[in-house]
């Protein structure tokens, strides 16, 4: 069962005699390293037999599209394993992510593409800089993170041509209302009269600014405007007015592989007014003009709020994603140093009702042998047992002073319980794996 | 901080920052040109004049446009304006209530040019000699998202009148004695008192606009409370709603509004003119009209991509706009040659040393041997160049040219006046503008492919009788006495005209005699006047040719870069050694971390199982580990094949060994991990994925394109 793998992978690939025309989906590409040899796996090497078999010659024009896959896959039943992986992997910590990240990464050569060189990048920004001057505006799009390039498009080009604001949007916190204050730091923008906070008053504001007698520009870099907080219809309206000011020049990205759906074709045609600006205005828009970015570069920086214990700890955002890094620390992933904070903080009572419940999971672990690679549950105490041996070990005497000593750590997540399924009540565990918890537990015993 | 002001744009406890504006003393940002693919060949003043350049050309462009934009526009504004400021005159009498006046505008193509316009007029200061009506009129705009629900709707109603700077001054409330912000009787109130102070009477009290933008976008159940409230105060408060709407369908209204809604309306609609006709006639006006003189002439390739672009994509005017300004900003960007299209620099700056590379390649272009006439004695010519010689044969390419593509402007106003006699005639003409699009014309014109067509007319002519010679004969000559140029051509239909016998009946060998003149002149005169462009000297100044345009800069396919992206991230890569990488198939274990989890997604179904996926995104990086240690030797952590069960073996194994190992192998299990979760959590970021709730951590795979 273990070694699975991607069960329907092994599917061949259908549809092949069906007159279908070839979907360009390398148009940016110079398609020169097509039917790409796929090394070995088990799998793979099944795979590529059968195809083999099909002696489908490469160049054939008749290929399977995108909706045929769609539909094909769509008319028979998924066949998975009932392989769970929150049960069969346990949760990295965030020290433990950041540890492997790193040791990964100086093994690991990056790609570097051409784009990013110092030749090719003073183009691109000259490019930039005089799209932005005939009044459009850029998005950024293809895979990798531009946050880098753009920052330094932004610190190069934009600040020696007028106020630069540049916006994380990616980031959870992020608010409309920060990218209006921050903009308010330009000079001569707070002068005039706001009649209201309202976020629209000031959205108004900053245009009627930009669009007034100064002759100042503002360039604004905002990595991510596809990200959740721009999305919704109200931060739009706000952005499409800015973007429409002569003054004020946009430069975002988009990573979303359907962030394009976000603009109605008017509004990312809609050009800047020309010649002097009525106070009314009556159109919005973006005049788009499109860039390839692709960097290649990992999105470290932008899912750095992301829940690394989670699958879907980067999925989707605003409400949910606020909510998820705000909420205390997920209940298996405690680490070692939190959870030292948490001993180091409790009496001494605490300390030894900690030290003999770890103990006692240690022991169970290993007369299990298993590796530790799978759920904590079964190797946990039940409530009676564990208030039997703390009366024995006079830690606590009743019931009460048990419960008031778990109180604490059950707070921080350092011990959790759950109903056993067999009818013997509650059990308790403590949501460190093997050597975590051998390490703290060597710590306590060496402060005694 | 470095430099007291400069942020540090890796904080990631902040979401914006400030970068103030701190121009460079030293080397003053002008606005520039993209940089040159050639700028080696440029000369120092090069870029500026370019810019200059490209502006003239560019404003002289846009301004045409502009007009002829205008004149198509100008006569559903006036009609709407009137429309609004006769809302409250005649009111049919004898109605149950009265009916708000809706002004349903259907403009698909002009978008922001036609608002703006509109607004202008509508809003026309009192003193403007222009304006046809005495009455004022207030115009407040509403956009989708001002009107979530029914409270702000009238707010955003309410306010855009009321916060106007009128006579009454700022209006001041106090919220706990004055009407709330959305309540129409503030409305009420503020306009009588306003007809109070400025002394307005019942015919020239103004009317209040409300401009609803992208009137599509908006919610119905809002909307149709937001007119039964207003309905309810006519005619005390003479509202005006106009509706500008995109969709061709006119019965947008009445498919989404209710009949109870309906019948408080009382609807107006203007249609803008719309289809492909506008592009045809807005490139005939601008590029091959007799009066008007383009800077640079746009090629076969830019027409056909404007035209396939407003036929299947985005039939707006603004969108034609942007491309014909993208096509000046590539054109001017591209060459530096592009520079002499209006005049030709001094002696003086060409004379100087930065400038020999340009008089370099201006004068290889000159003078080099074509191929196909080798000249013998180009290696005298080449000998005998000097700089006011070479401004003189560039300031002569540069008359050749202008008279080459005015020929074919007059050439072609002179087909067409005569297809178009001919379908007045009740012949079968070239079918120009309705089976053949005009832009298809186009094409065949400067592609120099219209023989058949002139073949035919010349055909056509020499059977014409003798009145329609006459009136053919007339014709002609009317366009070209507008024409100063074309003196031969007057004389020529002058002469032709002599001959033609004023007798319609008798004498029927001189009108075979005129006939066959006329047809033969006009074979020569066509045959003349329709050379290819790109024959002139220096073509690719003034012209674009075949140069396509850059489209992925409007329309982009981001999807199939992102897939690329993942796919074959070595394309992207710097190729040294082209020659060596050029073929090379790059291995699944080469790629990043996000590709090969990317590719298991491409090989599995429609749903993933998390578990799954990563155990075989495991076999990959083990493939990886042990190629890398293979390659260079280095210490990858230490791995044997059988991963799964590498636990019993070291179990078997003896204890100090197994601590080592043991401990090494958890590390590489733990870097896997992360390494997985940072790849799956960036194709979730990338829109890849979608969590479902039917299956324990299974994921939904949302992109079938293919993997090849």
């Not at chain 1, 949760?91 to 492997?100: G, I, K, R």
């Not at chain 1, 009627?208 to 999305?231: K, T, V």
């Not at chain 2, 004068?363 to 401004?391: G, M, N, V």
């Not at chain 2, 080459?404 to 007045?424: K, S």
Request: proline fraction near 5%; aromatic fraction near 8%; charged fraction near 25%.
């Amino acid at each position: 069962m273990r070694r699975s793998g991607l069960i329907a992978s092994n599917e061949d690939s259908p549809s092949s005699n069906e007159e279908i025309e070839e979907e360009d989906i390398s148009a940016s590409d110079d398609g020169d390293s097509d039917n790409q040899e796929i090394d070995a796996t088990p799998i793979q090497h099944k795979k590529r037999a059968k195809s083999t078999h099909d002696s489908r010659p490469s160049f054939n024009t008749i290929v399977e599209t995108s909706f045929d896959a769609y539909f094909t896959y769509n008319s028979s039943r998924a066949q998975t394993s009932t392989n769970v992986f929150s049960k069969l992997v346990l949760p990295l910590t965030p020290e433990e992510y950041s540890e492997a990240i790193r040791s990964a990464a100086s093994n690991l050569k990056s790609v570097e593409p051409a784009i990013l060189a110092d030749g090719y990048r003073t183009k691109v920004f000259s490019r930039c800089m005089s799209e932005l001057k005939e009044g459009f505006n850029i998005l950024c799009y293809g895979y990798g993170s531009k946050r880098d390039i753009l920052n330094k498009f932004a610190t190069e080009c934009c600040a020696k041509a007028g106020h630069v604001v540049v916006v994380n949007a990616f980031q959870p916190n992020f608010v409309m209302k920060d990218l209006f204050t921050s903009i308010e730091n330009v000079p001569g923008v707070t002068d005039q009269e706001l009649t209201s906070t309202a976020i629209e008053k000031q959205a108004r504001r900053i245009y009627d600014f930009f669009a007034g007698p100064s002759q100042e520009h503002l360039y604004l870099i905002i990595h991510n405007i596809d990200a959740a907080p721009l999305r919704n219809p109200k931060a739009e309206a706000h952005l499409s007015l800015l973007a429409h000011n002569p003054r004020i020049h946009i430069v975002a990205s988009i990573d979303h592989i359907n962030a394009p759906l976000l603009w109605s074709s008017s509004e990312s045609s809609s050009r800047k007014p020309h010649g002097p600006i009525t106070d009314s205005t009556t159109s919005r828009g973006f005049a788009w003009l499109w860039h390839d970015l692709t960097t290649l570069a990992s999105y470290d920086f932008e899912l750095a709020f992301a829940d690394r214990s989670s699958i879907s700890g980067a999925h989707g955002g605003g409400v949910r994603r606020k909510n998820d890094a705000l909420a205390p620390q997920n209940a298996t992933a405690m680490s070692e140093t939190a959870a030292r904070h948490i001993l180091a903080s409790v009496t001494q009572k605490a300390q030894k009702l900690f030290l003999l419940l770890g103990n006692k999971q240690l022991e169970s672990i290993e007369e299990a042998g298993d590796d530790g690679a799978s759920d904590l549950q079964q190797f946990a105490m039940a409530y009676d047992t564990l208030f039997n041996n703390a009366r024995d070990n006079f830690i606590a005497t009743n019931d009460t002073a048990l419960r008031s000593l778990l109180g604490e750590f059950r707070d921080h997540g350092l011990i959790v319980s759950a109903q056993a399924g067999s009818g013997s009540g509650e059990v308790l565990w403590i949501p460190l794996r093997r050597e975590r918890l051998t390490s703290v537990l060597q710590t306590l015993q060496i402060d005694k | 901080m470095p430099g007291g002001d400069a942020p540090n744009l890796d904080d990631i406890s902040q979401t914006t920052f400030y970068i103030p504006y701190k121009p460079d003393v030293s080397k003053p940002t002008r606005s520039r040109l993209p940089e040159s693919q050639y700028q080696e060949r440029d000369f120092t003043e090069g870029p500026d004049l370019r810019l200059a350049a490209y502006r003239k050309a560019w404003t002289k462009c846009f301004d045409r446009l502009q007009t002829i934009i205008h004149n198509l526009q100008t006569p559903v504004v006036a009609a709407v304006v009137e429309e609004v400021h006769r809302s409250y005159t005649d009111i049919l009498p004898g109605l149950p209530y009265p009916e708000l006046p809706v002004i349903c505008i259907t403009d698909p193509i002009f978008g922001s040019s036609f608002l703006t316009e509109l607004t202008n007029q509508l809003e026309l200061p009192e003193d403007t000699p222009d304006s046809l009506f005495s009455q004022k009129t207030f115009v407040t705009h509403l956009h989708p998202p001002d009107c979530g629900n029914i409270s702000s709707a009238m707010k955003s109603i309410v306010n855009g009148f009321v916060e106007r700077e009128t006579t009454l001054g700022k209006v001041k409330r106090k919220p706990a004695t004055s009407l709330a912000n959305y309540d129409i009787t503030l409305l009420s109130t503020w306009y009588k008192a306003l007809c109070e102070a400025e002394d307005f009477d019942a015919e020239s009290r103004p009317n209040l606009v409300v401009f609803l933008h992208e009137f599509e976008q908006f919610d119905p159940i809002v909307m149709q409370d937001v007119f039964y409230i207003c309905s309810t105060r006519i005619p005390d408060l003479p509202l005006v709603f106009i509706l500008s709407t995109s969709s061709p369908t006119t019965s947008w209204l009445h498919t989404s509004y209710s009949r109870a809604t309906l019948a408080r309306l009382r609807v107006r609609r203007f249609a803008l003119p719309s289809g492909a006709k506008i592009l045809e006639d807005i490139i005939l006006k601008t590029f091959f009209d007799v009066e008007f003189e383009p800077d640079v002439m746009i090629g076969p390739a830019n027409i056909q991509y404007l035209q396939d672009y407003f036929t299947r994509y985005d039939s707006s005017l603004d969108k034609v706009l942007t491309i014909l300004q993208l096509i000046h900003l590539k054109h001017f960007s591209s060459d530096p040659l592009t520079v002499l299209i209006h005049a030709t620099p001094g002696v003086t700056s060409l004379s100087r040393p930065t400038s020999f590379n340009f008089i370099d390649s201006l004068a290889e272009r000159l003078y080099a041997p074509s191929t196909q006439t080798p000249s013998e004695t180009h290696a005298e010519d080449w000998r005998s160049i000097t700089i006011p010689s070479l401004i003189k044969s560039i300031d002569e390419a540069r008359t050749s040219f202008r008279s080459r593509a005015r020929g074919i402007r007059v050439a072609f106003g002179f087909i067409n006046l005569v297809q178009c006699f001919m379908v007045l005639q009740g012949y079968k003409g070239l079918g120009w503008g309705q089976q053949i699009s005009l832009c298809d014309v186009f094409v065949d014109i400067l592609e120099g492919s219209l023989e058949k067509d002139i073949k035919y007319l010349s055909i056509m002519v020499r059977k014409l009788r003798v009145e329609q010679l006459r009136g053919l004969l007339e014709e002609i000559q009317l366009y070209f006495t507008n024409i100063p140029t074309e003196e031969e051509a007057q004389a020529q239909i002058a002469s032709l005209q002599s001959i033609l016998p004023n007798d319609d009946v008798s004498l029927s060998e001189l009108r075979g005699q005129v006939a066959t003149g006329l047809s033969d002149w006009l074979i020569g005169y066509l045959n003349s006047r329709l050379t290819p462009l790109e024959e002139s000297p220096l073509w690719d100044i003034w012209y674009t040719g075949l140069t396509p345009f850059p489209s992925e800069l409007l329309n982009p396919s981001v999807r199939a870069s992102i897939l690329s992206g993942l796919l074959r991230p070595h394309d992207f890569a710097e190729r040294d050694n082209e020659s060596e990488e050029e073929d090379r198939e790059v291995g699944l274990w080469e790629l990043p971390d996000t590709s090969i989890l990317f590719k298991r997604y491409l090989d599995s179904g429609k749903m993933i199982n998390v578990y799954d996926w990563f155990e075989s995104f495991k076999t990959v990086l083990e493939t990886q580990a042990e190629k890398g240690k293979s390659s260079s030797g280095r210490g990858t952590p230490k791995k044997q094949k059988g991963k799964g069960k590498g636990k019993q073996k070291a179990v078997e194994s003896e204890p100090g060994e197994w601590e080592g190992e043991e401990e090494e192998e958890e590390k590489w299990k733990l870097e896997v991990q992360a390494r997985f979760m940072r790849a799956m959590q960036e194709l979730d970021y990338l829109g890849f994925l979608k969590h479902t709730g039917r299956k324990a951590d299974h994921v939904l795979r949302l992109v079938f394109d293919v993997n090849d």
